[in-house]
């Protein structure tokens, strides 16, 4: 099996920032892609970032210029540095990571998710 152990979310004021941090532990033959997704109150599980093992990144237009993404592949581990945080961006976050495992089969695995707020 695969777990992916999230971490760094919390309260923030707008135009604060924040560190979002998943590891992947388990069965894992390689990660392929991992990213993070986030859902608000009322919506639907939107994509946030994701990136390659590789390094080729992509990101939702409402945070671009914004948030980076970056991946550490010794680690399994995906991070998202969020600046210039607006209310809007309060939302669970959700680390997401798209495997193959020891056996050879390709799956996706999700996180719990966090929280982030941002308020005043």
């Known amino acids: 099996q695969v777990q992916l152990v999230e971490s760094g979310g919390g309260l923030v004021q707008p135009g604060g920032s924040l560190r979002l941090s998943c590891a992947a532990s388990?069965?894992?033959?390689?990660?392929?892609?991992m990213g993070w997704y986030r859902q608000s109150p009322g919506k639907g599980r939107d994509l946030v970032a994701d990136i390659t093992s590789g390094g080729t990144t992509n990101y939702a237009e409402s945070v671009k210029g914004r948030f980076t993404i970056s991946i550490d592949n010794a680690k399994n581990t995906v991070y998202l540095q969020m600046n210039s945080l607006k209310p809007e961006d309060t939302a669970v976050y959700y680390c997401?990571?798209?495997?193959?495992?020891?056996?050879?089969?390709?799956?996706?695995?999700w996180g719990e998710g966090t929280l982030v707020t941002v308020s005043s």
């Open positions: 997401n990571a798209h495997v193959t495992t020891t056996r050879f089969i390709m799956n996706y695995y």
């Open positions: 388990g069965s894992i033959f390689s990660v392929n892609v």
